[in-house]
């Protein structure tokens, strides 16, 4: 009896676990809110694996618990191996085998509409992130788009604005990204624009998105750019690349329309040449 009371209390935890992850969507445990224009494609894949894995979880699980309590040890009584069955041993191999190319065929389109440069819709704004150990670069043009934007990305140009850790946008503009890392891997990750991609030493890399809400709004009080309380939307380095990698935190602020971008633009272009250091005094000379 005993035997079978162990897999009672292992079904029972088995069981508690599916149960609280069958209501974290219901009580806000759940993904981000997206703000992605291809966040929808994206969430679409996640839930076909999560069906697939999900199912085959309470499955074996299920089996697992029934067999416990069912052949629970017994004094005298032998166990049974199947062993060298080509049936079982065909099917354990075919049906991974077609739910991996249903999975390799359905991610075809949304890799394609997020990954590759040639299907990337024409920018509204450019800019360029260098990450480092351990912040976020972000390098602005003086204007949303730079002549020749990947000859822009290589070379910085005298007006270029950098702010750490601060990546300014507009709802609806189609933003191009040039990722790079100044030293080790990290990897660019913001989960309520459903996107994430490594920077590699040595490559410059094209990461695009388009923000369907906006989160930034002007405080004529104090002067500034300031965020939604709710709607935080955290850039956080997604590959761990040293002791402050728990640091790499930047801020996504989404301004409502371009108008707004560019007089934040404005104020970001003033405060940086305040900024530049004096001109040097003419040095004296000294007798
Ligand atoms: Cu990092």
Redesign the pocket.
């Known amino acids: 009896m005993q035997q079978k009371g162990w897999s009672i209390f292992f079904g029972a935890i088995l069981l508690g676990a599916f149960l609280l992850f069958a209501v974290a969507p219901f009580v806000g445990w759940w993904l981000p809110a997206n703000v992605s224009t291809f966040g929808p494609d994206v969430d679409r894949l996640f839930y076909i694996i999560l069906g697939f894995t999900g199912f085959f979880f309470v499955l074996t699980g299920a089996i697992l618990v029934y067999a416990m309590y069912r052949f629970a040890w017994r004094a005298n009584t032998k166990s049974h191996y199947v062993e060298g069955n080509h049936r079982l041993e065909i099917a354990w191999t075919v049906v991974p085998a077609i739910i991996l190319l249903f999975i390799a065929v359905s991610q075809i389109s949304t890799w394609d509409t997020i990954k590759y440069y040639a299907s990337m819709p024409n920018p509204d704004l450019v800019m360029q992130v260098t990450?480092?150990?351990?912040d976020w670069s972000m390098r602005y043009a003086d204007k949303p788009q730079p002549d020749n934007a990947r000859a822009w990305a290589e070379v910085p140009a005298i007006d270029d604005i950098y702010l750490p850790s601060e990546l300014h946008c507009w709802k609806g503009a189609n933003v191009r990204i040039f990722l790079k890392?100044q030293d080790?891997?990290?990897?660019f990750f913001s989960p309520q624009l459903r996107l994430k991609q490594d920077?590699l030493p040595g490559k410059t890399i094209p990461v695009w998105f388009n923000a369907t809400d906006a989160n930034t709004s002007y405080n004529a009080k104090t002067g500034k750019w300031d965020i939604d309380k709710n709607k935080r939307w955290e850039i956080a380095?997604?590959?761990?690349?040293?002791g402050?990698?728990y640091r790499?935190q930047g801020m996504i602020y989404v301004h409502e329309n371009k108008e707004d971008y560019l007089k934040w633009l404005d104020g970001a272009k003033e405060a940086a040449r305040s900024r530049q250091p004096e001109k040097k005094p003419p040095a004296v000379a000294k007798n």
């Open positions: 990450a480092r150990q351990w890392t080790v891997l990290h990897s920077a380095c997604a590959e761990l690349c040293g402050g990698h790499m």
